[in-house]
């Protein structure tokens, strides 16, 4: 089936670095990555939508120049948090829909746990 | 915009049991839904879907309802296994919005061995 690889799967990083995410698909082209962040205990709040070859669609009250996007190939995705601060500790969520066919099909990466010292 | 919640934080139910997890939406155009599980510190995992044109979808040991009357759907598991305790979330879709889904707040179902 459809595969999405995200890593690093943790990460611990100091105040005010920069920390990059990659999300790949694997076995199919994803025009359109989206990315979310998840608290603990709540659910997954959509941060932005990544297309291919163009510019990221964020959602309202997300800094775009803090979460930077990229989507340079079909396959690939990156989610850059700059400038980290405590308060962006969270698990950031990537997934790509598959599209094979009818099936709406949206393939979940494995989760980046951040945690800003 | 699409809302849609769960009216459960936490479910407990004994092992073997079925278990009834619930969700409610308020974008009646949303015409595709997911359930997803979460296990801890991974990402979420599909488990069955269901088109607004269908009421049931069986899957194995799973099955979705959808009653679009009162737009709520909700994810039976029959006999629960303690491989099934995760976070559950419902997702939406939504016709005006893309291919962006909408999650419901989570349900946390704990099974009791």
Redesign the interface.
Known sequence: GAVVS?HPSWVICKSGTSVKIECRSLDFQAT?M?WYRQFP??????MA?SNEGSKATYEQGVEKDKFLINHASLTLSTLTVTSAHPEDSS?Y?C?A?NHRGTD????????T?LTVV | GESVGLHLPTLSVQEGDNSIINCAYSNSASD?F?W?KQES??????II?IRSNMDKRQGQRVTVLLNKTVKHLSLQIAATQPGDSAVY?C?A?ENNA?????????T?LMVKP
């Open positions: 995200q359109t989206f205990k709540q659910s997954l709040m959509l939508t698990f969520i997934s829909r709406y099909g949206y393939t979940f990466g494995s989760g746990r | 595709y997911i997803y510190g991974k990402g979420p995992q599909f879907d979330f997702a879709w893309g291919n962006m889904l909408t999650f419901g707040g989570g946390r």
